[in-house]
Protein backbone atom coordinates (compact mmCIF):
# COMPACT_ATOMS: atom_id res chain seq x y z
CA UNK A 1 0.00 0.00 0.00
CA UNK A 2 0.97 3.34 -0.92
CA UNK A 3 -0.09 7.19 0.04
CA UNK A 4 0.22 10.29 -1.42
CA UNK A 5 1.78 12.16 1.61
CA UNK A 6 2.86 15.69 -0.07
CA UNK A 7 6.58 15.86 -1.56
CA UNK A 8 8.87 17.58 0.83
CA UNK A 9 10.33 21.05 0.81
CA UNK A 10 13.93 19.66 -0.96
CA UNK A 11 14.59 20.39 -3.75
CA UNK A 12 16.46 17.93 -6.02
CA UNK A 13 19.23 18.49 -8.64
CA UNK A 14 17.79 16.10 -11.36
CA UNK A 15 13.98 14.47 -11.99
CA UNK A 16 13.66 10.81 -13.75
CA UNK A 17 10.21 10.32 -15.17
CA UNK A 18 9.66 6.53 -15.27
CA UNK A 19 6.55 5.73 -17.86
CA UNK A 20 5.33 2.56 -16.98
CA UNK A 21 4.56 -0.65 -18.77
CA UNK A 22 3.96 -4.13 -18.51
CA UNK A 23 7.17 -5.36 -20.10
CA UNK A 24 8.95 -2.53 -20.58
CA UNK A 25 9.40 0.85 -18.88
CA UNK A 26 10.82 4.24 -20.75
CA UNK A 27 13.26 6.54 -18.48
CA UNK A 28 13.96 10.54 -19.32
CA UNK A 29 16.35 12.01 -16.72
CA UNK A 30 16.24 15.98 -16.92
CA UNK A 31 18.23 19.02 -14.96
CA UNK A 32 16.73 21.90 -13.15
CA UNK A 33 16.93 23.60 -17.04
CA UNK A 34 14.55 20.43 -18.11
CA UNK A 35 18.06 19.55 -20.19
CA UNK A 36 17.38 16.07 -20.88
CA UNK A 37 20.66 14.02 -19.31
CA UNK A 38 19.52 10.65 -20.12
CA UNK A 39 16.58 8.91 -22.38
CA UNK A 40 16.25 5.17 -22.15
CA UNK A 41 13.80 2.57 -22.31
CA UNK A 42 14.74 -0.73 -20.00
CA UNK A 43 13.24 -4.04 -19.66
CA UNK A 44 10.74 -4.88 -16.38
CA UNK A 45 13.47 -6.76 -14.90
CA UNK A 46 15.91 -6.77 -11.69
CA UNK A 47 19.10 -6.70 -13.32
CA UNK A 48 18.31 -4.07 -16.00
CA UNK A 49 16.13 -2.12 -13.88
CA UNK A 50 19.29 -1.75 -11.00
CA UNK A 51 21.82 -0.83 -13.98
CA UNK A 52 19.10 1.91 -14.59
CA UNK A 53 19.43 2.95 -11.04
CA UNK A 54 23.42 3.23 -10.76
CA UNK A 55 23.20 5.19 -14.15
CA UNK A 56 20.68 7.92 -12.97
CA UNK A 57 22.60 8.08 -9.77
CA UNK A 58 26.13 8.19 -11.58
CA UNK A 59 24.45 11.73 -13.29
CA UNK A 60 23.37 12.91 -9.38
CA UNK A 61 22.48 11.41 -6.01
CA UNK A 62 20.05 14.15 -5.19
CA UNK A 63 17.13 12.52 -7.83
CA UNK A 64 13.58 12.50 -7.58
CA UNK A 65 11.67 9.76 -9.02
CA UNK A 66 8.67 10.37 -10.60
CA UNK A 67 6.14 7.93 -12.54
CA UNK A 68 2.33 7.43 -13.59
CA UNK A 69 1.75 4.15 -11.88
CA UNK A 70 1.96 3.33 -8.14
CA UNK A 71 1.10 -0.47 -8.48
CA UNK A 72 1.04 -3.51 -10.81
CA UNK A 73 4.11 -3.47 -13.51
CA UNK A 74 5.59 -0.41 -11.31
CA UNK A 75 5.38 -3.15 -7.76
CA UNK A 76 9.24 -4.02 -8.73
CA UNK A 77 10.88 -0.68 -9.67
CA UNK A 78 9.03 0.76 -6.62
CA UNK A 79 10.48 -2.08 -4.93
CA UNK A 80 14.14 -1.44 -5.80
CA UNK A 81 14.09 2.13 -5.09
CA UNK A 82 12.41 1.33 -1.56
CA UNK A 83 14.98 -0.49 -0.92
CA UNK A 84 18.33 2.11 -2.18
CA UNK A 85 16.24 4.70 -0.09
CA UNK A 86 15.14 6.94 -3.44
CA UNK A 87 12.31 9.37 -2.95
CA UNK A 88 9.24 8.74 -5.30
CA UNK A 89 6.42 10.72 -6.31
CA UNK A 90 3.19 10.14 -8.26
CA UNK A 91 1.49 12.08 -10.69
CA UNK A 92 -1.58 10.43 -12.63
CA UNK A 93 -2.04 8.86 -15.80
CA UNK A 94 -4.69 11.84 -16.26
CA UNK A 95 -2.26 14.60 -15.01
CA UNK A 96 -0.08 13.47 -17.70
CA UNK A 97 -2.49 13.13 -20.37
CA UNK A 98 -3.56 16.37 -19.61
CA UNK A 99 -0.26 18.37 -19.29
CA UNK A 100 1.30 16.79 -22.43
CA UNK A 101 -1.39 18.54 -24.51
CA UNK A 102 0.40 21.83 -22.89
CA UNK A 103 3.69 20.73 -24.75
CA UNK A 104 4.96 20.73 -28.39
CA UNK A 105 3.67 18.46 -30.68
CA UNK A 106 0.95 16.33 -30.88
CA UNK A 107 3.09 12.62 -31.39
CA UNK A 108 2.39 10.47 -28.30
CA UNK A 109 5.47 8.09 -27.47
CA UNK A 110 6.61 6.92 -24.63
CA UNK A 111 9.90 8.69 -24.27
CA UNK A 112 7.62 11.83 -24.54
CA UNK A 113 5.33 10.91 -21.84
CA UNK A 114 8.31 9.98 -19.38
CA UNK A 115 9.40 13.43 -20.33
CA UNK A 116 6.17 14.86 -19.46
CA UNK A 117 6.62 13.01 -15.94
CA UNK A 118 9.84 13.94 -15.20
CA UNK A 119 9.11 17.82 -16.09
CA UNK A 120 5.58 17.98 -13.95
CA UNK A 121 8.16 16.79 -10.88
CA UNK A 122 10.51 19.26 -11.69
CA UNK A 123 7.68 22.20 -11.62
CA UNK A 124 4.65 21.04 -8.99
CA UNK A 125 5.66 20.57 -5.22
CA UNK A 126 2.31 19.14 -4.72
CA UNK A 127 2.96 15.68 -5.97
CA UNK A 128 2.42 12.55 -3.56
CA UNK A 129 5.37 10.70 -2.31
CA UNK A 130 4.86 7.17 -2.47
CA UNK A 131 6.14 5.05 0.08
CA UNK A 132 5.16 0.88 1.43
CA UNK A 133 2.32 0.44 3.93
CA UNK A 134 3.02 -2.51 6.52
CA UNK A 135 2.58 -6.18 5.57
CA UNK A 136 -1.04 -6.39 7.42
CA UNK A 137 -2.05 -3.34 5.31
CA UNK A 138 -0.91 -4.96 1.79
CA UNK A 139 -1.73 -8.22 2.58
CA UNK A 140 -5.42 -6.79 2.86
CA UNK A 141 -5.29 -4.61 -0.50
CA UNK A 142 -4.67 -7.99 -2.10
CA UNK A 143 -7.36 -9.54 -0.50
CA UNK A 144 -9.91 -7.09 -0.86
CA UNK A 145 -9.31 -6.33 -4.34
CA UNK A 146 -9.53 -10.35 -5.43
CA UNK A 147 -13.15 -10.12 -2.89
CA UNK A 148 -14.05 -7.98 -5.30
CA UNK A 149 -13.21 -9.40 -8.09
CA UNK A 150 -14.85 -12.65 -7.24
CA UNK A 151 -17.99 -10.82 -6.10
CA UNK A 152 -18.03 -9.28 -9.16
CA UNK A 153 -17.82 -12.53 -11.34
CA UNK A 154 -20.75 -13.96 -9.03
CA UNK A 155 -22.88 -11.32 -10.75
CA UNK A 156 -22.02 -11.84 -13.80
CA UNK A 157 -22.95 -15.42 -13.09
CA UNK A 158 -26.22 -15.14 -11.65
CA UNK A 159 -27.32 -12.86 -15.00
CA UNK A 160 -26.00 -15.52 -17.16
CA UNK A 161 -28.01 -18.24 -15.10
CA UNK A 162 -30.93 -15.85 -15.11
CA UNK A 163 -30.59 -15.68 -18.87
CA UNK A 164 -30.47 -18.81 -19.30
CA UNK A 165 -33.25 -19.92 -17.48
CA UNK A 166 -35.65 -17.71 -18.69
CA UNK A 167 -35.46 -19.13 -22.17
CA UNK A 168 -36.74 -22.12 -21.09
CA UNK A 169 -38.92 -21.77 -17.59
CA UNK A 170 -39.71 -17.69 -17.48
CA UNK A 171 -41.77 -18.58 -14.93
CA UNK A 172 -39.28 -20.40 -12.54
CA UNK A 173 -36.65 -17.61 -13.29
CA UNK A 174 -39.30 -15.11 -11.82
CA UNK A 175 -40.13 -16.97 -8.79
CA UNK A 176 -35.73 -17.93 -7.95
CA UNK A 177 -34.15 -15.28 -5.61
CA UNK A 178 -30.85 -16.48 -7.01
CA UNK A 179 -29.19 -13.98 -4.80
CA UNK A 180 -29.82 -16.82 -2.41
CA UNK A 181 -28.32 -20.25 -1.95
CA UNK A 182 -31.48 -22.39 -1.62
CA UNK A 183 -33.00 -21.18 -4.99
CA UNK A 184 -29.16 -21.87 -7.06
CA UNK A 185 -28.89 -25.21 -4.93
CA UNK A 186 -32.27 -26.20 -6.17
CA UNK A 187 -31.32 -25.74 -10.18
CA UNK A 188 -28.27 -28.31 -10.03
CA UNK A 189 -30.77 -30.78 -9.49
CA UNK A 190 -34.22 -29.50 -10.94
CA UNK A 191 -34.69 -27.42 -14.09
CA UNK A 192 -37.60 -28.08 -16.54
CA UNK A 193 -41.27 -27.90 -15.57
CA UNK A 194 -41.67 -31.48 -15.97
CA UNK A 195 -39.10 -32.37 -14.03
CA UNK A 196 -40.60 -30.60 -11.29
CA UNK A 197 -44.34 -32.05 -11.55
CA UNK A 198 -42.90 -34.90 -11.41
CA UNK A 199 -41.03 -35.34 -8.36
CA UNK A 200 -43.42 -33.38 -6.55
CA UNK A 201 -43.68 -30.87 -3.87
CA UNK A 202 -42.78 -33.33 -0.65
CA UNK A 203 -39.57 -35.14 -2.51
CA UNK A 204 -38.63 -31.83 -3.36
CA UNK A 205 -38.47 -30.73 0.03
CA UNK A 206 -37.05 -33.83 1.10
CA UNK A 207 -34.22 -33.09 -1.51
CA UNK A 208 -34.17 -29.61 -0.37
CA UNK A 209 -33.75 -30.75 3.64
CA UNK A 210 -31.02 -33.19 2.68
CA UNK A 211 -28.79 -29.88 1.30
CA UNK A 212 -29.27 -27.84 4.79
CA UNK A 213 -31.29 -25.49 2.53
CA UNK A 214 -33.58 -23.30 4.78
CA UNK A 215 -37.25 -22.57 4.10
CA UNK A 216 -37.43 -26.23 2.27
CA UNK A 217 -41.21 -26.13 2.18
CA UNK A 218 -42.11 -22.55 1.04
CA UNK A 219 -39.13 -22.64 -1.73
CA UNK A 220 -40.50 -26.58 -2.91
CA UNK A 221 -44.48 -25.24 -3.15
CA UNK A 222 -43.13 -21.99 -5.56
CA UNK A 223 -41.42 -23.82 -7.70
CA UNK A 224 -43.87 -26.53 -8.21
CA UNK A 225 -46.65 -23.91 -8.64
CA UNK A 226 -44.08 -22.46 -11.04
CA UNK A 227 -44.00 -25.75 -12.84
CA UNK A 228 -47.70 -26.50 -13.01
CA UNK A 229 -48.55 -23.06 -15.04
CA UNK A 230 -45.80 -23.73 -18.49
CA UNK A 231 -46.47 -27.31 -20.09
CA UNK A 232 -44.84 -26.32 -23.03
CA UNK A 233 -41.46 -27.98 -23.63
CA UNK A 234 -39.22 -25.57 -25.92
CA UNK A 235 -36.97 -26.95 -28.06
CA UNK A 236 -33.01 -26.74 -26.88
CA UNK A 237 -34.57 -27.51 -24.01
CA UNK A 238 -32.60 -30.42 -22.60
CA UNK A 239 -29.22 -28.56 -23.27
CA UNK A 240 -30.31 -25.92 -21.53
CA UNK A 241 -30.89 -27.40 -18.56
CA UNK A 242 -27.31 -28.72 -18.70
CA UNK A 243 -26.35 -25.33 -19.03
CA UNK A 244 -28.35 -24.49 -16.15
CA UNK A 245 -26.67 -26.76 -13.71
CA UNK A 246 -23.31 -25.76 -14.97
CA UNK A 247 -24.12 -22.14 -14.09
CA UNK A 248 -25.83 -23.11 -10.72
CA UNK A 249 -22.72 -25.33 -9.62
CA UNK A 250 -20.23 -21.95 -10.91
CA UNK A 251 -22.28 -19.61 -8.53
CA UNK A 252 -21.91 -22.14 -5.63
CA UNK A 253 -17.59 -22.58 -6.04
CA UNK A 254 -17.93 -18.95 -6.32
CA UNK A 255 -20.03 -18.76 -2.93
CA UNK A 256 -17.52 -20.91 -1.37
CA UNK A 257 -14.76 -18.52 -2.23
CA UNK A 258 -16.18 -15.75 -1.06
CA UNK A 259 -16.15 -17.40 2.16
CA UNK A 260 -13.12 -18.35 2.25
CA UNK A 261 -11.74 -15.11 1.71
CA UNK A 262 -14.06 -13.14 4.02
CA UNK A 263 -12.47 -15.81 6.44
CA UNK A 264 -8.83 -14.83 5.75
CA UNK A 265 -9.51 -11.20 5.62
CA UNK A 266 -10.94 -11.14 8.97
CA UNK A 267 -8.19 -13.14 10.47
CA UNK A 268 -5.25 -10.85 8.73
CA UNK A 269 -7.56 -7.58 9.46
CA UNK A 270 -7.53 -8.60 13.60
CA UNK A 271 -3.85 -8.91 13.19
CA UNK A 272 -3.31 -5.45 12.84
CA UNK A 273 -2.39 -3.01 15.38
CA UNK A 274 -5.75 -0.68 14.62
CA UNK A 275 -8.65 -3.09 13.92
CA UNK A 276 -9.66 -3.41 17.50
CA UNK A 277 -10.12 0.83 17.16
CA UNK A 278 -11.61 0.68 13.92
CA UNK A 279 -14.00 -2.09 14.69
CA UNK A 280 -15.32 -0.21 18.26
CA UNK A 281 -17.12 2.40 15.94
CA UNK A 282 -20.46 1.16 15.09
CA UNK A 283 -21.39 -0.28 11.78
CA UNK A 284 -17.38 -0.57 10.95
CA UNK A 285 -17.01 -4.39 11.17
CA UNK A 286 -14.55 -6.44 10.00
CA UNK A 287 -14.99 -6.45 6.44
CA UNK A 288 -15.69 -2.76 6.08
CA UNK A 289 -12.22 -2.12 8.24
CA UNK A 290 -10.31 -4.34 6.18
CA UNK A 291 -11.28 -2.07 3.32
CA UNK A 292 -10.66 0.67 5.18
CA UNK A 293 -7.30 -0.16 5.86
CA UNK A 294 -6.64 -1.40 2.01
CA UNK A 295 -7.59 1.85 0.94
CA UNK A 296 -5.08 4.14 3.81
CA UNK A 297 -2.70 2.05 5.64
CA UNK A 298 -4.70 2.38 8.52
CA UNK A 299 -1.80 5.12 9.67
CA UNK A 300 -3.42 8.53 9.94
CA UNK A 301 0.13 10.22 10.20
CA UNK A 302 0.00 10.14 6.00
CA UNK A 303 -3.27 12.47 6.66
CA UNK A 304 -2.35 15.95 8.15
CA UNK A 305 -5.75 16.10 9.52
CA UNK A 306 -9.55 14.96 9.35
CA UNK A 307 -10.01 17.26 6.58
CA UNK A 308 -7.23 15.57 4.32
CA UNK A 309 -8.90 12.04 4.65
CA UNK A 310 -12.77 13.02 4.01
CA UNK A 311 -11.03 14.76 0.58
CA UNK A 312 -9.46 11.43 0.41
CA UNK A 313 -12.46 9.64 0.35
CA UNK A 314 -14.65 12.23 -1.56
CA UNK A 315 -16.54 13.51 1.06
CA UNK A 316 -15.25 16.75 1.03
CA UNK A 317 -16.82 18.90 -1.83
CA UNK A 318 -14.51 20.81 -4.24
CA UNK A 319 -15.61 24.43 -5.37
CA UNK A 320 -16.01 25.04 -8.50
CA UNK A 321 -16.70 28.56 -9.00
CA UNK A 322 -16.46 30.92 -12.00
CA UNK A 323 -17.13 34.65 -12.63
CA UNK A 324 -19.64 35.32 -10.93
CA UNK A 325 -21.22 31.90 -10.07
CA UNK A 326 -19.87 30.98 -6.71
CA UNK A 327 -20.41 28.59 -3.71
CA UNK A 328 -20.94 26.03 -6.62
CA UNK A 329 -19.61 23.17 -4.73
CA UNK A 330 -19.43 18.93 -6.00
CA UNK A 331 -17.85 15.90 -5.45
CA UNK A 332 -14.48 16.03 -6.12
CA UNK A 333 -13.73 13.86 -8.53
CA UNK A 334 -10.78 12.25 -7.64
CA UNK A 335 -10.94 10.02 -4.85
CA UNK A 336 -10.80 6.35 -3.78
CA UNK A 337 -14.38 5.07 -4.31
CA UNK A 338 -13.03 2.00 -1.70
CA UNK A 339 -12.47 4.29 0.85
CA UNK A 340 -15.89 6.01 0.32
CA UNK A 341 -18.06 2.90 0.02
CA UNK A 342 -16.56 1.60 3.41
CA UNK A 343 -17.30 4.81 5.11
CA UNK A 344 -21.14 4.88 3.46
CA UNK A 345 -22.31 1.10 4.14
CA UNK A 346 -21.06 1.86 7.55
CA UNK A 347 -22.90 4.91 7.88
CA UNK A 348 -26.09 3.12 6.90
CA UNK A 349 -25.21 0.06 9.35
CA UNK A 350 -24.85 2.51 12.19
CA UNK A 351 -28.16 3.58 12.16
CA UNK A 352 -29.67 0.32 13.30
CA UNK A 353 -26.80 0.35 16.57
CA UNK A 354 -25.86 4.22 17.10
CA UNK A 355 -28.27 6.56 19.06
CA UNK A 356 -25.65 9.28 18.27
CA UNK A 357 -25.56 7.97 14.25
CA UNK A 358 -29.37 7.95 13.89
CA UNK A 359 -29.95 11.35 15.93
CA UNK A 360 -27.43 13.23 13.66
CA UNK A 361 -28.94 11.60 10.44
CA UNK A 362 -32.98 12.90 11.53
CA UNK A 363 -31.21 16.04 11.95
CA UNK A 364 -30.01 16.28 8.30
CA UNK A 365 -33.54 14.78 7.27
CA UNK A 366 -35.39 17.55 9.17
CA UNK A 367 -33.04 20.41 7.53
CA UNK A 368 -34.02 18.74 4.17
CA UNK A 369 -31.70 17.05 2.61
CA UNK A 370 -32.65 13.52 1.48
CA UNK A 371 -31.68 9.85 2.32
CA UNK A 372 -28.42 9.72 0.39
CA UNK A 373 -27.18 13.29 1.26
CA UNK A 374 -28.30 13.01 4.98
CA UNK A 375 -25.98 9.58 5.06
CA UNK A 376 -23.33 11.25 3.18
CA UNK A 377 -22.76 14.32 6.04
CA UNK A 378 -23.13 11.57 8.37
CA UNK A 379 -20.03 9.93 6.89
CA UNK A 380 -18.31 13.36 6.36
CA UNK A 381 -19.36 13.75 10.65
CA UNK A 382 -17.89 9.90 10.83
CA UNK A 383 -14.52 10.69 8.92
CA UNK A 384 -13.38 13.02 11.91
CA UNK A 385 -14.67 10.80 14.76
CA UNK A 386 -12.26 7.68 13.13
CA UNK A 387 -9.33 9.85 12.55
CA UNK A 388 -8.94 11.00 16.04
CA UNK A 389 -9.75 7.66 17.32
CA UNK A 390 -6.82 6.65 15.20
CA UNK A 391 -4.53 9.13 16.41
CA UNK A 392 -5.22 8.54 19.57
CA UNK A 393 -5.70 4.80 19.82
CA UNK A 394 -9.06 5.65 21.52
CA UNK A 395 -11.91 2.92 20.59
CA UNK A 396 -15.51 4.87 20.59
CA UNK A 397 -17.64 5.88 23.64
CA UNK A 398 -20.83 6.79 22.98
CA UNK A 399 -21.73 10.05 24.89
CA UNK A 400 -23.89 9.55 27.84
CA UNK A 401 -27.03 11.67 27.70
CA UNK A 402 -26.94 14.89 29.33
CA UNK A 403 -29.78 14.48 32.38
CA UNK A 404 -31.42 17.62 33.84
CA UNK A 405 -30.43 18.25 37.13
CA UNK A 406 -33.29 17.49 39.47
Known sequence: MYDDELAEVTVPQIWAGMDIGKEHHHCVVIDADGQRLLSRRVLNDESALLELVGDVLALDEDVLWAMDTNHGGAALLIGLLLNHDQPMAYITGLAVHRASGTYRGEGKTDAKDAFVIADQARMRKDLGRL????????DLRILTARRTDVVCDRTRQINRLRAQLVEIFPALERVLA???KGPVVLLTGYQTPAAIRRAGVRRIEAWLKNRKVRGAATLAKSVVEAAEAQHTALPGEKLAAAMVVRLAKGVMALDEEIAELDKLIEDRFREHPHSEVIRSLPGMGAMLGAEFIAATGGDMDMFESADR???????APAPRDSGRVSGNLHRPRRFHRG???????????SLKSCPASRTYYWRKRNE????KQ???????????VLWAMIRDGACYQATPPVTAAA
Open 368 to 371: GKGH
Open 178 to 180: LTN
Open 131 to 138: RPGDEVAV
Open 339 to 349: LLRAFYLSSLA
Open 374 to 384: ALLALARRRVN
Open 309 to 315: LAGYAGL
